[in-house]
């Protein structure tokens, strides 16, 4: 099925999350020079009245709801309306691997805000996720940098008169011919149904750092329930929060495309480097004989539990059983893990990891296709009781000749917060 993709004409901010920084607006796609429709004057007038208490000395959850309402106070009452929504099914699905705007993703656009409120929006994201390097924040600043890499690719290649770019060729799984029944997860290139309850609908299809959107589900509070969702192409960070303590960090989507690029100033990017180490570390590490076992009987083109496959968790757990591996290769499964467990912030991140190793026994690794995760279908899962971690290896779409990556993180019981019940 084919679409018409709009072509992106507006001049977004772009977003160059290091050390906080914001620079000011760059051009996607059509080049031409406009001022931002926000300005920090507009940001100043208010209309929502009180201002939301803000703790420049809390820590924890504390500080993540401080930092949340610091950037609900730079916003005006129409943009505070876009921000804070209900904490709904409808709401906290409504995320994709698809470089589609509020159609695909609720909440406010950064290509809107001004530098003092994306500024204050980098601020809270820095607060809520991981410090480590290569993960947490700092991956999820080179994943919007890759966006803006594909914008560039997309602007200067036959002047945007090729066919319009996607993120998924094919996405299902197909049983090898020994399997009896094989798992399947479609995908769509064009985003279908309704835009989420709260969402501003319409949106805009193209690539850039300008193009990814933040939303409260719930009201930020440290005894409430609420969600931070945040993302845009190749990004879905969904962090649940409860009474005071973070509920779920996933699912926690992240895909990329360039695998690794280096920037005018000589920087090398390479966002999934310490996810996909981690698996070829684990899969390294296999006999002969415990690859044949770890063998799953279908092949992927795409992540299983995607977005739309919300609790579609296989029945039958597949591959090699992690109790049947030796201690050092014990070690190496959970060192895979923790990558995408980084994206919550580092005490989160202790506590889901001291979860995982007690129920490594129980833990499943398998593969499909090759091991080097280097050519289109080569595919790694953890299964466990409660982690849930795929990487596969898709063909470039944008970038011909070369595979881009497609990772999610679940959580059989904790994805959302434990808050919906999927069927």
């Not at 505070?80 to 470089?99: D, I």
């Not at 890499?149 to 094919?170: E, I, R």
């Not at 192409?233 to 973070?246: E, I, P, Q, R, S």
């Amino acid at each position: 099925m084919s679409r018409e993709r709009t072509r992106l004409v507006r001049t977004r901010r772009t977003w160059r999350g290091i050390a906080g920084a914001v620079t000011a607006v760059v051009l996607v796609g059509g080049g031409f020079a406009v001022a931002n429709a926000s300005t920090d004057t507009q940001a100043s007038k208010s209309a929502a009245g009180v201002k939301r208490p803000v703790d420049k000395k809390a820590t924890g959850t504390k500080a993540v709801v401080s930092a949340a309402n610091a950037f609900l106070n730079t916003l005006d009452a129409d943009q505070q309306a876009e921000v804070l929504l209900e904490l709904t099914e409808a709401n906290a699905t409504a995320w994709s691997n698809l470089p589609c705007g509020s159609s695909c993703r609720p909440g406010i656009e950064l290509g809107s805000l001004s530098d003092t409120q994306l500024a204050a929006a980098v601020k809270l994201l820095k607060v809520a996720t991981g410090t480590g390097k290569g993960s947490g924040y700092d991956q999820i600043q080179q994943i919007i940098k890759a966006d803006d890499v594909l914008a560039s690719v997309q602007a200067t290649s036959s002047a945007g008169t090729g066919p319009a770019p996607s993120d998924t060729a094919s996405s299902t799984a197909s049983a090898d011919p020994s399997a009896t029944a094989a798992p399947s997860s479609t995908a769509t290139d064009a985003p279908t149904g309704a835009p989420p309850s709260g969402g501003t609908g319409g949106g805009s299809f193209g690539y850039g750092s300008g193009l990814y959107y933040m939303a409260f589900l719930g009201t930020p509070s440290a005894d409430g329930t609420w969600q931070l969702h945040f993302g845009g192409h190749h990004l879905a960070v969904d962090l649940t929060y409860k009474k005071g303590k973070v509920a779920g960090a996933s699912p926690f989507f992240i895909g990329v495309e360039p695998t690794s690029w280096t920037d005018d100033d000589g920087t090398t990017y390479t966002p999934l480097e310490e996810q996909r180490n981690g698996m070829l570390a684990l899969t390294g590490s296999l006999s002969t004989e415990q690859l044949a076992t770890a063998k799953l009987s279908a092949t992927y083109n795409d992540v299983l539990l995607g977005p739309g496959q919300d609790g579609q968790f296989p029945e039958t757990k597949e591959g090699i059983k992690v109790s049947e591996l030796s201690p050092k290769q014990q070690k190496l499964v959970l060192k895979a893990i923790y990558p995408w467990v980084a994206n919550v912030d580092d005490a989160t991140a202790k506590k889901l990891m001291k979860t995982y190793a007690h129920e490594l026994n129980e833990t499943y690794v398998g593969y499909s296709g090759g091991t080097a995760l280097d050519t289109q279908g080569d595919y790694v899962r953890i299964d466990g009781p409660g982690v849930w971690v795929e990487f596969v290896c898709q063909n470039g779409l944008v970038i011909q000749g070369k595979v881009h990556y497609h990772t999610v993180y679940r959580d059989h019981t904790r994805d959302y917060g434990s808050e919906f019940t999927f069927s």
